[in-house]
């Protein structure tokens, strides 16, 4: 039994790197502290516990995980420091030797985080306590909300697919996810709490029921009929699990936004096969084309990624000729990291820093203009925007369905709401479409 008189008026800071995942697990571990008496530090408040959550996803992403544990140490001297998330998992050892760490959480012990907190004194050395890959098995429910308008709800962890520069399967085990009872439970929660707009994220949410045997078709619907949801969104799904059912699901649901984020990695059929993706452009192009016969209007963004082993320049020609010719809205590009233990080190061919720069320039640009085309054919047409709580003195920001960012002038009253707004011109920075609103 853990005494939780330790915790009393102690307070925290938590720090969160990578994905959205990442995030609504922070938010769960801030209220588990929270029902045990410890409150969030305010700004340059001393906090006596530090919660790091980490990003493996790239070198980059380790690196500055160590920068931030480093800075946190300094800011809140005497603290106890948790350290849990990716990198932990993968690098226990050298996150528990960066000074001033007391204790390293794998993804099977975060969920167990009071325990390991102790009686809060600082340990001489750092633990690590982390489970080898084929006991990660727990499901960590989690329901984040990102604001006010938004909340996170995590529906499945892990993967199994292992593909050939990926680290993820090894620092968040294999895929599992909560039950459709308990994953409606938390949306009806999320309303409660104001909630208008509920994001599903997760590793590889397509591959959601992997240990209860039910499948995503059969969540969505039952998300869909939960009152008082104005909106869901699908964060991200594989294309080979984006079945034409889902799909047909999305365009007849008055609830599930047309906003789909599909990771294809490349555009060549040659590099699919050097990553292990379950794919090729054929199946990708098809669910592009069946959305858009759906949905004319979706917004489809793409996951790409530059200078993978293996991608020549021939190769990367071929992936940007598909990309160029495919009717999608927005790419996300990533630079290929390497990643230790990952099977796509056996692959002799590198690509050079620079180029693995020119090719990321050139999506980057081909993505500007899709979303810039994407935004003008909106112009002059009038769409539901959901508000978002804005900054002070600052203009208001929100999405219409097929996630549109407008922009219209201040005004608290409209926070959380969705109006009709008539979409204008481009803002000054070319970040949004200027709105006008017709309530
Ligand atoms: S599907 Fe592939 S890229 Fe995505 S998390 Fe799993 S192994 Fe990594």
Avoid: W
């Avoid at 571990?29 to 980490?54: H, P, S």
């Avoid at 045997?213 to 949801?229: K, N, P, Y």
């Avoid at 047909?248 to 789909?260: E, K």
């Amino acid at each position: 039994m853990i005494d939780t008189n330790i915790f009393q008026d102690k307070t925290a800071v938590y720090y969160t790197l990578g994905c959205k995942l990442n995030f609504s697990e922070t938010s769960t571990i801030a209220r588990i502290l929270q029902e045990a008496g410890v409150r969030t530090a305010r700004r340059g408040e001393k906090a006596d516990i530090c919660v790091v959550n980490t990003c493996s996803v790239t070198e980059v992403a380790d690196k500055k995980c160590r920068q931030a544990i480093h800075k946190l140490v300094k800011q809140h001297p005497g603290a106890f420091v948790l350290v849990t998330g990716c990198y932990a998992q993968l690098k226990p050892g050298t996150v528990a030797d960066i000074e001033g760490v007391d204790v390293v959480l794998g993804a099977e012990q975060k969920k167990d985080l009071l325990h390991y907190l102790g009686d809060l004194h600082k340990k001489e050395r750092g633990e690590a306590h982390t489970s080898a890959l084929k006991d990660i098995r727990s499901f960590v429910p989690s329901c984040s909300r990102g604001d006010r308008t938004r909340f996170f709800l995590k529906v499945q962890d892990g993967c199994d697919y292992f593909c050939s520069y990926c680290t993820i399967p090894f620092a968040r085990g294999r895929s599992r996810n909560g039950s459709i009872a308990s994953l409606v439970e938390q949306a009806r929660q999320a309303v409660a709490e104001g909630g208008k707009e509920i994001v599903l994220t997760g590793v590889n949410i397509g591959d959601f029921g992997r240990s209860t045997g039910e499948t995503f078709l059969d969540l969505v619907r039952a998300l869909d009929e939960v009152e008082g949801v104005e909106r869901y969104r699908i964060s991200s799904i594989e294309p080979n699990l984006l079945t034409d059912e889902i799909i047909d699901f999305v365009a007849s649901s008055r609830r599930f936004m047309p906003h789909f984020h599909i990771p294809l990695q490349s555009g060549c059929d040659e590099v699919l096969k050097l990553m292990r993706r379950r794919y090729d452009t054929d199946l990708f192009a098809s669910k592009v084309r069946r959305i858009k016969s759906e949905m004319p209007d979706a917004f489809i963004g793409v996951d790409v990624i530059v200078g993978t082993r293996g991608e020549t320049e021939e190769y990367f020609e071929r992936s940007h000729d598909f990309l160029q010719g495919l009717d999608v809205t927005q790419l996300h590009v990533f630079s290929y990291s390497e990643r230790p233990g990952t099977q796509a080190l056996k692959i002799d061919y590198v690509v050079p820093p620079q180029e693995k720069h020119r090719r990321s320039q050139r999506l980057l640009e081909l993505s500007d203009g899709k979303l810039h085309a994407f935004y003008a054919l909106h112009v002059g047409q009038t769409m539901p925007v959901l508000l978002e709580r804005p900054k002070p003195g600052m203009p208001m920001h929100g999405f219409t369905p097929n996630y549109i960012r407008v922009e219209v002038p201040h005004d608290d009253a409209l926070d959380n709401r969705v109006v009709n707004v008539r979409l204008g011109d481009f803002n000054a920075e070319g970040t949004a479409l200027q709105g006008e609103i017709l309530i």
